[in-house]
């Protein structure tokens, strides 16, 4: 099973550049999650979306955009790169909205901009 | 403003030792989990929790929910090499939003 999976694994960009990092989940999931993770901070909430078409920020959703065209992707967007969204960056999804139900990560995408 | 904390944030012990790590919020949450994440891979789920009060038990790890369901403790019996990771609590929250929130981490390291 592929759960999540999310491209590119590492990518440098220059300040001011754009890029989108692309995650897939073949678990049929509803729900779908985009966090950045830096030291000390654990993991916090860029954007989320709890069904295709639908978006909604999180804790730090400055400087990002996203979109769920389709079901299975969550593409999360950086139109003007900055140092500060230097970060390891995590999709997850999840099957339903119910209390407690389980977030399947990815393997993470390491960003730095120089 | 980060709404769960993490304590301690390090922890490095001998082999065979006990450990507790707790989360704190002054907020409700409708479930609260515990992951495990090694590294260059994404954390991993050990377990829910969803009614105040709550313990749960996964071999040497015990998991507790605080009656009020804003916080939660995690401790580890007998630790073990393999336990070396960072274990991160997260927060379901309660408004419909279905967000989850997640803690500062602890980072454990366990010695052989």
């Known amino acids: 099973n592929a759960g999540v999976t999310q491209t590119p694994k590492f990518r440098v960009l220059k300040t001011g550049q754009s890029m989108t990092l692309l995650c897939a989940q073949d678990?049929?999931?509803?729900?779908m999650y985009w966090y950045r993770q830096d030291p000390g901070m654990g993991l916090r909430l860029i954007h989320y979306?709890?069904?295709?078409?639908?978006?909604a920020k999180g804790e730090v959703p400055d400087g990002y955009n996203v979109s769920r065209l389709k079901k299975q992707n969550f593409l999360l967007g950086l139109e003007s790169a900055a140092p500060s969204q230097t970060s390891v960056y995590f999709c997850?999804?999840?099957?339903?909205?119910?209390?407690?139900?389980?977030?399947?990560f990815g393997e993470g995408s390491r960003l730095t901009v120089l | 403003t980060q709404l769960l904390e993490q304590s301690p944030q390090f922890l490095s012990i001998q082999e065979g030792e006990n450990l507790t790590v707790y989360c704190n919020s002054s907020?409700?949450?409708?479930?609260l989990q515990w992951y495990r994440q090694e590294p260059g891979e994404g954390p991993v789920l050990l377990v829910t929790?969803?009614?105040?009060?709550e313990v749960k038990k996964l071999k040497r790890l015990t998991f507790q929910f605080g009656d009020a369901r804003k916080d939660s403790s995690l401790h580890i019996t007998a630790a073990q090499p393999g336990d070396t990771g960072l274990y991160l609590c997260?927060?379901?929250?309660?408004?419909?939003?279905?967000?989850?929130?997640f803690g500062t981490g602890t980072r454990l390291k366990v010695l052989a």
């Open positions: 979306s709890v069904g295709e078409g639908t978006t």
């Open positions: 929790v969803v009614t105040g009060g």
């Open positions: 997850a999804s999840r099957r339903h909205g119910g209390a407690g139900g389980e977030l399947f």
């Open positions: 907020s409700v949450f409708s479930s």
């Open positions: 678990m049929n999931h509803e729900y």
């Open positions: 997260a927060g379901g929250l309660p408004s419909g939003t279905y967000k989850y929130i």
